[in-house]
T-cell receptor, first 113, second 114 residues
Framework: QKEVEQNSGPLSVPEGAIASLNCTYS??????FFWYRQYSGKSPELIMS????GDKEDGRFTAQLNKASQYVSLLIRDSQPSDSATYLC?????????????FGKGTLLTVNP | DTAVSQTPKYLVTQMGNDKSIKCEQN?????MYWYKQDSKKFLKIMFS???????INETVPNRFSPKSPDKAHLNLHINSLELGDSAVYFC?????????????FGQGTRLTVV
């Protein structure tokens, strides 16, 4: 059973702090990795994608990928109350004709003013 | 300008009824999905269609029958609804075979079976 694991939280950080969200995956041949943000009662929206080992930065968000350790993380700098949401890690299992995004159970982040 | 749209947004029905959820995407994607999100927020794939053809069926009860009249539409019909079917159902779309493509989600349909 291919799995994507995340700490369910809740993770609580003060405004302005760095929030660190972690994810591990079991399928070694996974090629692409995504972070989705989901506000309560809303649909998931993509905030970051990463395909190569290392860091990828976009504004206050940095995604980090380590394929050897099967680990992907998301850092949110200068956290804002509007960042409070559930963050879903998603992994593309094996690509090609069997494309399927498998999601972790999500980490609930609360940013306190 | 909605990319992936689902109807209805809310659906309340009695056990044993049959209901349908419709989904349409205008992104030109060739693959559409149905995901189920339970009360614990776990998002799990149910079905995937590529160019009207079923490519993924994740051990979903036969009471659930997806139908794709064309690659821009994927509907979900549910027979004999049960209490455990209560969840939020999300439609999504993407390009198949492009391993680095993300999925775009509709706004979700909150199904409540009473």
């Amino acid at each position: 059973q291919k799995e994507v694991e995340q700490n369910s939280g809740p993770l609580s950080v003060p405004e302005g702090a760095i929030a660190s969200l972690n994810c591990t995956y079991s399928d070694r041949v996974s090629q692409s990795f995504f972070w989705y943000r989901q506000y309560s009662g809303k649909s998931p929206e993509l905030i970051m994608s990463i395909y190569s080992n290392g860091d990828k930065e976009d504004g206050r968000f940095t995604a980090q990928l380590n394929k050897a350790s099967q680990y992907v993380s998301l850092l949110i700098r200068d956290s804002q109350p509007s960042d409070s949401a559930t963050y879903l890690c998603a992994v593309n299992e094996s690509g090609g004709s069997n494309y399927k995004l498998t999601f972790g159970k999500g980490t609930l982040l609360t940013v306190n003013p | 300008d909605t990319a992936v749209s689902q109807t209805p947004k809310y659906l309340v029905t009695q056990m044993g009824n049959d209901k349908s959820i419709k989904c349409e995407q205008n992104l030109g994607h060739d693959t559409m999905y149905w995901y189920k999100q339970d009360s614990k927020k776990f998002l799990k794939i149910m079905f995937s269609y590529n160019n009207k053809e079923l490519i993924i069926n994740e051990t979903v009860p036969n009471r659930f029958s997806p139908k794709s009249p064309d690659k821009a539409h994927l509907n979900l019909h549910i027979n004999s609804l049960e209490l455990g079917d209560s969840a939020v159902y999300f439609c999504a779309s993407s390009h198949l075979g492009r391993w680095n493509t993300e999925a775009f989600f509709g706004q979700g349909t909150r199904l409540t079976v009473v």
